[in-house]
């Protein structure tokens, strides 16, 4: 079973003027385990669709399964459990505080559990060091380049062990080099099991994915899984 399945998804912005069709009877399914990438022209529907998956954006019609959850028929509560327990975010922008170490930041999640500070300090510490933030775990943002924010950010996203990583166009603000080292780490966490779903126009990513699904005004025009012979060539 899939786990991930979106089930005839339709999204509308009504206005008095207009309507748009921001997402038209969509339907998709994704294993656990896999890293898909999301692709499409500015306004195929791409960030729409993960702020539904997200639990943030209220599809108009269909379902969202998660884990055979339906995501949009838990209470309002029950949606905000569902996220700290399954998800984690990664977004362009970092949305780090500037007034907390990349270890406060990361342990941000862990706030509403019950822990002792000093587990939530070692779980910190050591998802940072899964990111090679090891030894800037008591810098600032703004003692960190955009990469290694970047890196805060997707430590922060995978402090509470979530079964699925959302990235909203995690390499869309670095240069070229450093897009690709943050990708190849996404796709080393998904080797090591992680599911990831990422939203992107980066062309260069496209060989880290294991399927590229693209968005053209709402509907999926291509769905393609990666050519074997290219795994080689990702390093």
């Known amino acids: 079973m899939s786990f991930v399945h979106l089930k005839q998804l339709d999204k509308h912005y009504e206005s008095e003027a207009d309507c748009v069709i921001a997402l038209n009877r969509l339907d998709l399914a994704v294993e656990d385990g896999c890293f ?7 306004g195929s529907g791409k960030s729409t669709l993960l702020s539904i998956l997200g639990g943030l954006c209220h599809p108009t019609t269909g ?3 998660v884990d055979d959850i339906d995501l949009y028929g838990l209470r309002s509560e029950q949606r905000a459990d569902f996220r700290r327990e399954y998800l984690g975010f ?4 970092f949305n780090l505080i500037p007034y907390l170490t990349a270890l406060e930041n990361v342990m941000l999640p862990l706030a509403v559990k019950k822990l002792p500070k000093v587990e939530k300090n070692r779980m910190a510490s050591q998802v940072l060091d899964r ?3 090891s030894h800037r775990v008591g810098h600032l943002p703004s003692q960190l380049s955009g990469g290694e924010q970047e890196r805060v950010a997707i430590a922060r996203a995978l402090v509470n062990e979530p079964p699925l990583i959302l990235a909203d166009e995690p390499t869309g603000s670095l240069d070229i080099a450093t897009s690709t080292e943050i990708t190849k780490l996404f796709r080393t966490l998904n080797e090591e099991g992680q599911t990831i779903i990422m939203v992107t126009h980066n062309d260069e990513n496209r060989p880290y994915f294991d399927r590229i699904v693209v968005l053209r005004d709402g509907k999926i025009e291509s769905d393609s899984a990666r050519i074997p012979q290219m ?3 990702v390093g």
Do not use: C, D, N, T
């Not at 898909?36 to 500015?42: D, F, N, T, V, Y």
């Not at 990664?90 to 922008?93: D, G, I």
């Open 131 to 133: 990111v090679g933030l």
């Open 63 to 65: 379902k969202v399964l």
């Open 36 to 42: 898909l990438g999301i692709m499409g022209p500015s």
């Open 231 to 233: 795994v080689s060539q």
């Open 90 to 93: 990664v977004f362009q922008s």
